[in-house]
């Protein structure tokens, strides 16, 4: 009976051998490159975001740029044609303020944004190409295992001096998924060791320094 149980367990988990030898290739890959750098640290007020908009109100941040060919690309959905934008705080006085992001703004009764809109807004503005000095980019790779039911996953997410072509901090992760769908992934913060999560990394706050004026 024990044996029986036992092997009941090994299919459990789709298999003894075939998770070990996932596992190990995961930590394989972690060892290669996994990890977090940084280069340089620099002081912005703003960037382009390749991955898409955020929200600025919450960001200590006065400015964003971004480009989407899709519509609703922006945090509230409130850009709904294809384009590069520029996204920024301004002071409500100087009548720049988009109107989809007030309507959208008012709508939320808990701080910041009630105190936000008192006296400042968000101004979109509609640009030819991106001209931020520095630029956030986040790229994924996934292939299958050899028995093409695994899959692996490489994270690199990291920030460009556009000027130089210099990176200046980059984050890099592996994840391994035993069955896509029906088991959770797991990453390199999975094994012992200095594998920070995204999350523990924040690239974005270990690279950009912001002072408010």
Same mark, same amino acid.
């Given at each position: 009976?024990?044996?029986?149980?036992?092997?009941?367990?090994?299919?459990?988990?789709?298999?003894?051998?075939?998770?070990?030898?996932?596992?190990?290739?995961?930590?394989?890959?972690?060892?290669?490159?996994?990890?977090?750098?940084?280069?340089?640290?620099?002081?912005?007020?703003? @960037?382009?975001?390749?991955?898409?908009?955020?929200?600025?109100?919450?960001?200590?941040?006065?400015f964003y740029e971004f480009c989407d060919d899709s519509p609703s690309a922006s945090k509230f959905n409130v850009i709904p044609d294809p384009? /590069?934008?520029?996204?920024?705080?301004?002071? +409500?006085?100087?009548?720049? /303020?988009?109107?989809? @992001?007030?309507?959208?703004?008012?709508?939320?009764?808990?701080?910041?944004?009630?105190?936000?809109?008192?006296?400042?807004?968000?101004?979109?503005?509609?640009?030819?190409?991106?001209?931020? +000095?520095?630029?956030?980019?986040?790229?994924?790779?996934?292939?299958?295992?050899?028995?093409?039911?695994?899959?692996?996953? +490489?994270?690199?997410?990291?920030?460009?001096?556009?000027?130089?072509?210099?990176?200046?901090?980059?984050?890099?992760? @592996?994840?391994?998924?035993?069955?896509?769908?029906?088991t959770t992934a797991k990453s390199c913060d999975f094994f012992d060791g200095d594998y920070m999560s995204f999350l523990e990394a924040n690239l974005l706050k270990s690279v950009f320094k912001f002072?408010?004026?």
């Open positions: 009976m024990k044996k029986i149980a036992i092997i009941f367990l090994c299919f459990g988990l789709y298999g003894c051998g075939f998770k070990s030898d996932g596992l190990a290739t995961l930590k394989d890959l972690c060892k290669k490159d996994a990890g977090v750098t940084i280069y340089k640290t620099v002081e912005v007020d703003g @960037y382009y975001d390749t991955t898409g908009g955020f929200d600025l109100v919450v960001s200590p941040y006065k384009g /590069c934008y520029r996204v920024e705080k301004v002071k +409500r006085k100087t009548s720049l /303020c988009h109107q989809g @992001y007030d309507d959208a703004l008012v709508k939320l009764v808990v701080e910041p944004y009630p105190e936000f809109i008192k006296n400042n807004c968000i101004a979109v503005t509609k640009i030819e190409k991106p001209v931020a +000095r520095y630029s956030y980019h986040s790229d994924f790779k996934k292939w299958k295992s050899d028995n093409g039911n695994a899959e692996y996953t +490489r994270s690199d997410v990291y920030i460009l001096d556009q000027k130089t072509k210099d990176i200046l901090g980059r984050y890099i992760d @592996y994840s391994f998924n035993a069955k896509p769908g029906h002072e408010e004026k």
